[in-house]
């Protein structure tokens, strides 16, 4: 299995699927040497012949090779969803390419649900069920709260894993607890931190420009923070 976790200097495609061939290498030794070469060599020209080489490579392998791109959202360049899209259209039959991202893909999704070539695991299917959430609090976290607790936490977190650890982290340093699941929100400091960090600070600087100006605003509409914020574009 090829782990490759991205961020915004992967939008360079030669860096890209330079780091997708060494995560592969590291699970399959020598695999794509050649399409690196390739790569390094003339990387403006060279994405298609090299990915034809990496994909006969794989051809040739006798067991499966699986391929994680985490954080794919950070991929907003055109030039690498056209060599990914390459790459998925002629997959090899025993290659499997796992794609986390908080938006997306822009990728042929439509081509390859009607081939039956993908599967999808969209917001709701992540989400933990009541059941999963009272597991994760009581018997993981060893929280021992009431089942009208763990509703409570389970509709203002929508399920959500991230949500459920930060709350239970800040309950074991909370000596109210009915105060406390009352009270919370996305407020509550360490949602607060990991919003800011994993999300906020994740994006470009011009999306987080708009999203602090428009903060103040209890419902948007374009026009509405076109004044606010003072420039154009808001509707989009």
Known sequence: ???????????????????????????HPGLGEHAFSMLQTSPQSAAEPALTSLINEV?????????????????????????????LDHLPARMHVIIASRAEPLLPLARMRARG??????????RFTPDEVSAFLNQVMALDLSATDVSTLETRTEGWIAGLKLAALSL???GDVQTFIRAFSGDNRYIA??????????????????????????RLSGPLCDAVTGEPGSQA
């Open 1 to 27: 299995m090829g782990w490759v976790s991205l961020d915004r200097s992967e939008n360079d495609p030669a860096l890209f699927w330079a780091y997708v061939i060494r995560a592969l290498q590291k699970v």
């Open 59 to 87: 051809n040739a392998i006798d067991r499966d090779v699986i391929l994680i791109l985490d954080d794919f959202h950070v991929i907003d360049a055109a030039v690498v969803h056209m060599g990914l899209a390459f790459l």
């Open 117 to 126: 070539h993908v599967t999808e695991l969209p917001a709701a299917d992540m």
């Open 172 to 174: 074991k340093n909370h």
């Open 193 to 218: 931190d990991y919003l800011i960090q994993e999300v906020l600070l994740a994006q470009p600087q011009p999306v987080r420009r708009f999203l602090l100006g428009t903060a103040i605003l209890d």
